[in-house]
T-cell receptor
Framework: GQQLNQSPQSMFIQEGEDVSMNCTSS?????WLWYKQEPGEGPVLLIA???AGELTSNGRLTAQFGITRKDSFLNISASIPSDVGIYFC????????????WGLGTSLAVNP | EAGVAQSPRYKIIEKRQSVAFWCNPI?????LYWYQQILGQGPKLLIQ????????DSQLPKDRFSAERLKGVDSTLKIQPAKLEDSAVYLC??????????????FGQGTRLTVV
């Protein structure tokens, strides 16, 4: 099935650094969702985006819906050890509104 | 508001045995999803219900997997017989989605299945 291109695949950073990850698609999306998954838990929704160009923040997290509607990015500012986890993007294809398409995830490790 | 409830959290079975997972979605959520997540990968949709009807089961291995949501609320996913490659975390999610369109999906903690 279709998948989103999510990058980077993994990141290892120092506490306090900023983090940026992104997702791209070959087709137009009308919703972008960013999730975080910690070991042994289900994904937790961080940010939902519904309009091209939309920029939304949730604490130290900021996500944007790309103006081409084919990409989205997630930034984490001033990372802390509890940011460790796998971050997934997911989106709704404009041509098939009923099925979430998932990225393969970005694994984040933070060195205290 | 209570989240998505799943049980059991963990299950270990031998290959060729059967197993069932249970999910109770967030109250009022019309859409319920079952995902399979293999270690190191993103969630893979197995089946999506809108109320008690199936919207998408294109990736459900129907020779061994079945799911039902008889009253449009809680749901069960069954595997019979299990294979080694079925070892994964099975995630249930729900969304409000009254109009047949996806909105934000909220996940349960998952059931970790190990087939030996």
């Amino acid at each position: 099935g279709q998948q989103l291109n999510q990058s980077p695949q993994s990141m290892f950073i120092q506490e306090g650094e900023d983090v940026s990850m992104n997702c791209t698609s070959s087709s137009i999306f009308n919703t972008w969702l960013w999730y975080k998954q910690e070991p042994g838990e289900g994904p937790v929704l961080l940010i939902a985006l519904y309009k091209a160009g939309e920029l939304t923040s949730n604490g130290r997290l900021t996500a944007q819906f790309g103006i081409t509607r084919k990409d989205s990015f997630l930034n984490i500012s001033a990372s802390i050890p509890s940011d460790v986890g796998i971050y997934f993007c997911a989106g709704l294809n404009a041509g098939n509104n009923r099925k979430l398409i998932w990225g393969l995830g970005t694994s984040l490790a933070v060195n205290p | 508001e209570a989240g998505v409830a799943q049980s059991p959290r963990y299950k270990i079975i031998e290959k060729r045995q059967s197993v069932a997972f249970w999910c109770n979605p967030i109250s009022g959520h019309a859409t319920l999803y079952w995902y399979q997540q293999i270690l190191g990968q993103g969630p893979k949709l197995l089946i999506q219900f809108q109320n008690n009807g199936v919207v998408d089961d294109s990736q459900l291995p129907k020779d061994r997997f079945s799911a039902e949501r008889l009253k449009g609320v809680d749901s069960t996913l069954k595997i019979q017989p299990a294979k080694l490659e079925d070892s994964a975390v099975y995630l249930c999610a729900s969304s409000y989605n009254k109009l047949g369109q996806n909105t934000e999906a909220f996940f349960g903690q998952g059931t970790r299945l190990t087939v030996v």
